[in-house]
T-cell receptor, first 113, second 110 residues
Framework: EPEVTQTPSHQVTQMGQEVILRCVPI?????FYWYRQILGQKVEFLVS????????KSEIFDDQFSVERPDGSNFTLKIRSTKLEDSAMYFC???????????FGSGTRLTVV | DQQVKQNSPSLSVQEGRISILNCDYT??????FLWYKKYPAEGPTFLIS?????DKNEDGRFTVFLNKSAKHLSLHIVPSQPGDSAVYFC?????????FGAGTRLTVKP
C-alpha cells in the first residue's frame, strides 16, 4: 500500500526558530495538503498545493507559513518564526484525483518551547 | 469555522452491536463526504466515502448514509469489533479542499 512519509516524527524547537517539516508524497499523486491538530482539538486545514502553487489556504496559514516542493518530490511546510501555539501534530496528505480519499502521513509532532 | 460538526465527542458500544456515528454540515456546496479513522500516533486513514448523488454507500461492515435535505450523514458499523476502537472523523469536500469534523472517539467493549 503506497504511503506518505513524514519526517521528523517529533521536533522540539525554541520559540522564534524556523522549522521545516518534510513530506514524501506518493508518486503520481498530484494534490498535496497540510493539516494540523492541536492536542485535543479538531484536525484543521492549513493549505492545499497543486501544480507547484498554493490552490487554497486557511486563515491559520499566515505569512509565517510557506510550502514548496524544492526538488519536485518532497513537499515541505516551513514555519519561519515558531510560536508556542504552533505546537501541534502536522499531517501531510496526498491525493491522486480530486474525488479520491486522502492518504495521510503519520504526522510530525511539533513542540515549541 | 464549524462547517462540519460531530456533536458526539465519544461513543461506547458493545462488541457485536451497531455503532452509529453522526455528522452534520452547513455548507450546501459540499458534494463529497468521507469518513476517516484515526488511531493514536497515526495519521487519519480513509475509510469510506459517498458522493452527493447517492444516499448510501456500503463497504463490508461499514455503511455511510447521506441525507442531503437534512445536511446529515452517518456511518454505521455492523457488527462492531474491538479493533474498531479509534477516533472517527467526518470530512466534507466542495471539490477544492476538505473540512473535518472534530471527531468522535468510538470505544467497542469486548
Amino acid at each position: 500500500e503506497p504511503e506518505v512519509t513524514q519526517t521528523p516524527s517529533h521536533q522540539v524547537t525554541q520559540m522564534g526558530q524556523e522549522v521545516i517539516l518534510r513530506c514524501v508524497p506518493i508518486s503520481n499523486h498530484l494534490y498535496f495538503y497540510w493539516y494540523r491538530q492541536i492536542l485535543g482539538q479538531k484536525v484543521e486545514f492549513l493549505v492545499s498545493f497543486y501544480n507547484n502553487e498554493i490552490s487554497e489556504k486557511s486563515e491559520i496559514f499566515d505569512d509565517q507559513f510557506s510550502v514548496e516542493r524544492p526538488d519536485g518530490s518532497n513537499f515541505t511546510l516551513k514555519i519561519r518564526s515558531t510560536k508556542l501555539e504552533d505546537s501541534a501534530m502536522y499531517f501531510c496528505a496526498n491525493q491522486m484525483d480530486r474525488k479520491d480519499g486522502y492518504t495521510f502521513g503519520s504526522g510530525t509532532r511539533l513542540t515549541v518551547v | 469555522d464549524q462547517q462540519v460538526k460531530q456533536n458526539s465527542p465519544s461513543l461506547s458500544v458493545q462488541e457485536g452491536r451497531i455503532s452509529i456515528l453522526n455528522c452534520d454540515y452547513t455548507n450546501s456546496m459540499f458534494d463529497y463526504f468521507l469518513w476517516y479513522k484515526k488511531y493514536p500516533a497515526e495519521g487519519p486513514t480513509f475509510l469510506i466515502s459517498i458522493s452527493s448523488i447517492k444516499d448510501k454507500n456500503e463497504d463490508g461492515r461499514f455503511t455511510v448514509f447521506l441525507n442531503k435535505s437534512a445536511k446529515h450523514l452517518s456511518l454505521h458499523i455492523v457488527p462492531s469489533q474491538p479493533g474498531d476502537s479509534a477516533v472517527y472523523f467526518c470530512a466534507a469536500s466542495d471539490g477544492n479542499d476538505m473540512r473535518f469534523g472534530a471527531g468522535t472517539r468510538l470505544t467497542v467493549k469486548p
